[in-house]
Structures are given as C-alpha cells and as structure tokens.
C-alpha cells in the first residue's frame, strides 16, 4: 500500500484526539518482558545485537519517522532522557 495514499499513515492536520487512537499497538511483548533479541547495522558501520548488552547495560531505542507528528514530539522528552542516563546507556 502506498503511504502517501493511506490516510492513517500521513495527516493533513494532526488533533490531539487522534493520538489517543493511533497509540494502540496489536502484539509485542507486554510491559516488563523481556525485548526479542534483534541485530541491526550501526551508523558507525558495525552491528548492534541486543542479546550481547542483556544485564550489563541500559539500552535506550526509539523506532520512529521524523514525518510522524507523535515521534517528532517525543524527541524534546527523549534527548533530555539520554543526557540524564548517558553514562548508563549502551
């Protein structure tokens, strides 16, 4: 399905009531489990595998797209969240 076709992937105009809706996710692990292993490139040219930091260190990962209206409002709260745990995080 092309996204620039679908309306429930771009918005014309975002409300605050739409958040509530689209915040929704069907699947995935609940709240406090474990994260599925996962092994994706870097930007530095390396991997990154989830399983390798289990128990040693935080690891913070934000899935988004700058074009999405709630990803780009969580990046303030996400950057401050960073700096705060920096020194924790993988």
């Known amino acids: 399905m092309n996204a620039m076709r679908n309306p429930s992937y771009n918005y014309d105009a975002f409300r605050r009531d739409m958040m509530f809706v689209h915040m929704q996710f069907d699947g995935g692990p609940e709240p406090g489990a474990l994260a599925p292993n996962f092994n994706l490139p870097t930007v530095a040219g390396g991997r990154?595998?989830?399983?390798?930091?289990?128990?040693?260190?935080?690891?913070?990962?934000?899935?988004g797209s700058i074009t999405c209206p709630m990803a780009s409002a969580a990046r303030k709260c996400l950057t401050r969240l960073h700096d705060d745990f920096k020194q924790q995080l993988v």
């Open 48 to 63: 990154f595998d989830l399983q390798s930091h289990f128990g040693r260190r935080m690891v913070l990962i934000e899935f």
